[in-house]
């Protein structure tokens, strides 16, 4: 048996003031079991009255190991755990675990499927700023548009279950493609919250952006300059509220993003308001993409979804009757997999929350060697000290909230 | 190739010892541990690498000369290219210095690294596990750590599996 060892008040001593020890500063416990930490985490907070002088972010409670299971699972068995990590954004998980295999093993995937993956990677970058929107009003106590915000989700998961039979984990974009095509009902569907959504959009709007309550808690909190926020490694709505536009999608195009038309929307505070604006344009940016996409459906409607190269992607049902080799491949693939050329990969896709980059490295196997993501919330709950020190306690609760942290995001 | 990076990679070809490797049109130099910090400060200051994107390190147990590359991934935002720096890194007490001082964001990235791989990095303001509680053993993301199962022992593999039960430390 293990000795338990404890972790003394020693060895964190050098993350706050000497007022601490004196007694001068309080220290304060916040989390892991606080709603507004938006998850499980700990922030061990000193404080000065109301202000916070320090404060040290403990992460890990929702630590899975899904790197080291990954390791020990076959490419296609592996993709089921993308979509634990973060449990907003799984079809963005999804695509960039995909794309990462698909550049590793030099695998094409057909246009109807490029188009599918991009419809569902927006409608799920609109679910995940829901969720967002939702929590931050409800952190500041607009309690009315988390239910408003859980209305419209609903319907987004709706959609999602339609095409996979799953509202949250889906799985179901795969190497060289998508699982099956999308059912019939599908474009009604996307077309019929294209229509119902910009009205809800306009409402939240006015709920919020010029209601004095909601301004006097956001504007002027949590400043970041723009090369700040570079050199802390901030990616996506959270770097664009500091005015750099920078976007993967716009920069590193990745599934046909280069063929859509839609800006990348930027805000110049660099403060908690200028963060809920941009994610409150890109609302309509995401729509955009959509709108444009459901027109690419139309004209490729009934072709392939998935590659027809079967070293990789198994066969569809009705060849292995009748054909030897599909037979064949669809045997190897189930019982083996497919071996990987050795090498090594570095995908960065542009998920809700920043840059997801998956890092894949292959020994030549049919399991990955070595796969790292790198997870925005990781990245932007380490800023949480800078942009927080000298703010108060409510202020702390908007800038958690305005960097869009999921747990399972950052502890993986 | 785009054109700076191409002058980027020669520049630093120019004066360190490195090797340059290609896969899939992404570019990777393999430098050694004591070059890193200065490599990384000339590419950020000269070249725009002014962010970091990711860090992480592959472990290649059993090989031992070198056991670990550490993975940094570099990017510019002016100049939107990307280049990857492989440190080597021996399995006897292996150790990096830290880039923390060049990129703040490398602080959390190289608590990770210390907590998944146990590769000590030198002159971090605030080494100790991230995830994993403090009072943790061992490193899970080593190569000889197991899942976390029992391993099933064969009589090929009985002798390989016995040296990683936990009864041999005692």
């Known amino acids: ?412 | 190739m785009d054109e700076k990076l191409k002058n980027a990679i020669q520049a630093i070809r120019k004066d360190y010892d490195v090797d340059k490797l290609t896969f899939r049109g992404e570019y990777s130099m393999l430098v050694s541990p004591e070059n890193v910090v200065d490599i990384c400060r000339q590419l950020r200051d000269d070249f725009g690498f002014n962010m970091l994107s990711s860090l992480t390190a592959v472990d290649y147990w059993p090989a031992n000369e070198p056991r670990f590359h550490v993975v940094y991934q570099l990017y510019s935002t002016e100049n939107n290219i990307t280049l990857r720096l492989r440190v080597q890194v021996p399995g006897e007490n292996p150790k990096i210095p830290t880039i923390e001082k060049l990129y703040p964001n490398a602080n959390w990235h190289e608590r990770e690294l210390w907590d998944m791989f146990g590769i000590q990095v030198d002159g971090h303001s605030d080494l100790r596990r991230i995830l994993m509680p403090a009072d943790w053993e061992g490193h899970p993301l080593r190569k000889d750590y197991p899942l976390g199962y029992e391993e099933v022992q064969f009589s090929f593999n009985a002798e390989e599996i016995d040296k990683k039960k936990p009864y041999v430390k005692e």
Not at chain 1, 10 to 21: G, I, N, P, T
Request: net charge negative.
């Open chain 1, 1 to 412: 048996m293990v000795q338990l060892q404890e972790v003394t008040f020693d060895e964190l001593k050098h993350l706050v003031s000497d007022r601490a020890l004196t007694g001068e500063t309080m220290l304060l416990n916040m989390g892991p079991q606080h709603p507004s930490t938006h998850g499980v985490l700990r922030l061990m907070l000193e404080l000065d009255g109301e202000i916070i002088v320090n404060c040290v972010p403990d992460i890990g409670f929702l630590h899975t190991g899904v790197e080291k299971n990954m390791e020990a699972k076959r490419y296609e068995q592996a993709e089921v755990m993308t979509d634990r990590l973060d449990y907003l954004n799984t079809i963005g998980n999804n695509l960039a675990y995909c794309l990462a295999v698909e550049k590793l093993v030099e695998l094409d995937v057909p246009p109807r499927a490029q188009v599918i993956r991009v419809i569902l990677a927006e409608l799920q970058r609109i679910a995940s700023h829901l969720i967002w929107l939702g929590t931050q009003s409800l952190d500041l106590a607009a309690m009315s548009m988390f239910l408003y915000c859980f209305r419209e989700r609903e319907i987004i998961l709706d959609i999602f279950e339609s095409v996979s039979g799953q509202r949250m984990m889906t799985t179901y974009i795969r190497p060289g493609g998508i699982w099956r095509d999308v059912s019939g009902e599908f474009v009604q569907l996307v077309q019929d919250f294209l229509e119902y959504f910009p009205k809800r959009i306009e409402q939240y709007e006015g709920l919020l952006t010029k209601n004095p309550l909601f301004i006097d808690r956001v504007k002027g909190i949590g400043v970041i300059s723009a090369e700040e926020a570079i050199a802390q490694g901030f990616t996506g709505p959270s770097l664009r509220g500091s005015g750099v536009a920078y976007d993967n999608r716009k920069v590193r195009p990745y599934s046909g993003y280069e063929e859509y038309d839609f800006e990348v929307p930027t805000a110049t505070g660099g403060d908690v308001f200028a963060r809920y604006r941009v994610r409150m344009d890109e609302f309509w940016q995401s729509l955009r993409i959509i709108e444009q996409g459901l027109k690419k459906l139309k004209e490729l409607d009934g072709a392939p979804v998935r590659s027809s190269n079967h070293k990789f992607v198994p066969p569809p049902r009705s060849e292995i009757g009748t054909s030897m080799e599909a037979l064949i491949h669809h045997f190897k693939l189930w019982t083996e997999g497919f071996n990987a050329p050795k090498g090594y990969v570095y995908v960065p896709v542009a998920s809700p929350r920043g840059e997801l980059g998956v890092y894949l490295e292959s020994d030549g196997s049919n399991k990955p060697y070595r796969i790292h993501w790198r997870t925005p919330s990781f990245v932007h709950l380490q800023a949480l000290p800078f942009l927080s020190k000298g703010h108060l306690i409510a202020d702390l609760v908007a800038i958690i909230g305005s960097v869009d942290i999921v747990l399972g995001d950052s502890d993986r």
